[in-house]
Nanobody, 130 residues
């Protein structure tokens, strides 16, 4: 079982940047793909980005592609989501999540769903003002 703790949320102006971190602990966290989801008020939780357990070829939602960058450091068991050019529609609670299975590889075209992930953090609020 993997435990996840997010940090780094807060308030940013439109066009600004924030960096979210996710610290993983437990059994072999470096062997799991790691993702980020977000949930805005009144909306369903949606996929943001995922990075493989190998740390290669992150996949992004179209809405954040070119603005967000996902990376991981398996020596520190951390995952970082760098968010640039923030927009008010990025306002949401952001959740870090760990893959349901270890050492699983995905096609770049795969559509990630919540059910692909078994461990979740508590969430961190991101608010972008216009």
């Amino acid at each position: 079982q993997v435990q996840l703790v997010e940090s780094g949320g807060g308030l940013a102006a439109a066009g600004g940047s924030l960096r979210l971190s996710c610290a993983a602990s437990g059994r072999a966290p470096s062997s799991y793909a790691m993702g980020w989801f977000r949930q805005a008020p009144g909306k369903e939780r949606e996929f943001v980005a995922v990075i493989s357990w190998r740390g290669a070829s992150p996949v992004y939602a179209e809405s954040v592609k070119g603005r967000f960058t996902l990376s991981r450091d398996n020596t520190k068991n951390t995952v970082t989501l760098q968010m640039n050019s923030l927009q008010p529609e990025d306002t949401a609670v952001y959740y870090c999540a760990a893959d349901r299975g270890s050492r699983r590889d995905y096609e770049a075209s795969y559509s990630f769903r919540q059910r692909d992930f078994a461990a979740w953090g508590q969430g961190t609020q991101v608010t972008v003002s216009s």
